[in-house]
């Protein structure tokens, strides 16, 4: 069964610094997509950058990069030039890629803080 | 944008009440989900329907039930509430797209 694990419960960065966050998930697939999702506190989950496995290209969405490293079933997100509204919890997903009815296999989460 | 809205952003039960979360989406989206998420261990799938009338359980589907009588609505019951169901309970839509969910801001339900 594919599991995915973020193993930093809690992360904090300085405004203005980069951090990145790291996910780790195990599938014997071939053919999957990785996510970053974003939780700001008594907000909505967004999504934040997706990953097709079959692209070697990292994704990049603005400050937001990812450091794909398939072979070593390595996902992490960094985040660059660290903002007061990035604070949230941060929650890495995969999903097989072939069933479009597959579900989203989540991390635990990892809480960003922002120090001022 | 889409917007996702939950009915109730807090609620507190008693142990054997009947529970209503509900949940509209105003984009037309196929498929519907009913997460609870938990501190340390993530988000969990409860139901999710791809169709009106149609449902799938998740993860873990024990003491909920589900009901999609309109494309746009997606209401989560728990039958015979029980404090282990205290949680944080998201609701989700998405038109295929792969993974790419989009969420309300979740019920927080106590059930003393």
């Known amino acids: 069964a594919q599991t995915v694990t973020q193993s930093q419960p809690e992360m904090s960065v300085q405004e203005a610094e980069t951090v990145t966050l790291s996910c780790t998930y195990d599938?014997?697939?071939?053919?999957?997509?990785l996510f970053w999702y974003k939780q700001p506190p008594s907000r909505q989950m967004i999504l934040v950058i997706r990953?097709?496995?079959?692209k070697q290209q990292n994704a990049t969405e603005n400050r937001f990069s990812v450091n794909f490293q398939k072979a070593a079933k390595s996902f992490s997100l960094k985040i660059s030039d660290s903002q007061l509204g990035d604070a949230a919890m941060y929650f890495c997903a995969y999903r097989r890629g072939e069933d479009s009815n597959y579900q989203l296999i989540w991390g635990a989460g990892t809480k960003l803080i922002i120090k001022p | 944008d889409v917007k996702v809205t939950q009915s109730s952003r807090y609620l507190v039960k008693r142990t054997g009440e009947k529970v209503f979360l509900e949940c509209v989406q105003d984009?037309?989206?196929?498929?519907m989900f009913w997460y609870r998420q938990d501190p340390g261990l993530g988000l969990r799938l409860i139901y999710f329907?791809?169709?009106?009338?149609?449902?799938e359980k998740g993860d873990i589907p024990e003491g909920y039930s589900v009901s999609r009588e309109k494309k746009e609505r997606f209401s989560l019951i728990l039958e015979s509430a029980s404090t282990n169901q205290t949680s944080m309970y998201l609701c989700?839509?998405?038109?295929?797209?792969?993974?790419?969910?989009?969420f309300g801001e979740g019920s927080r339900l106590t059930v003393l």
């Open positions: 329907s791809y169709d009106v009338k149609m449902k």
């Open positions: 984009m037309d989206h196929e498929n």
């Open positions: 599938t014997s697939e071939s053919d999957y997509y």
């Open positions: 990953q097709e496995a079959y």
């Open positions: 989700a839509s998405s038109r295929g797209e792969p993974g790419e969910l989009f």
